[in-house]
C-alpha cells in the first residue's frame, strides 16, 4: 500500500478507493511507516495532508 501511495502514477483518490482508506487513514500510515523527510516528499508530491503543493516558479 506505501508504495502505491509513493508512485506517482495512480492519482490519489485511486489508492484510497483501491485499499478502502480514508485520506486521514493513508496519511497516518505514511507518517508512522516512512521516515520523517520522505513522508515530507510525498507530502509535497502529492499535495496531500494539508495545503495543496505549490507550483514552482520557471527558472528554480
Known amino acids: 500500500m506505501i508504495a502505491t ?6 492519482p ?3 489508492v484510497l478507493l483501491k ?4 485520506e486521514g ?3 497516518q ?10 513522508y515530507k516528499l510525498w507530502k ?3 499535495g496531500s495532508g494539508g ?4 507550483p514552482r516558479k ?3
Open 58 to 60: 520557471p527558472g528554480r
Open 51 to 54: 495545503a495543496p503543493a505549490k
Open 44 to 46: 509535497t508530491r502529492s
Open 5 to 10: 501511495a509513493w508512485d506517482d502514477r495512480p
Open 29 to 38: 500510515l505514511l507518517k508512522r511507516e516512512l521516515t520523517p523527510n520522505a
Open 19 to 22: 485499499h478502502g482508506l480514508s
Open 25 to 27: 487513514q493513508l496519511v
Open 12 to 14: 490519489f483518490r485511486a
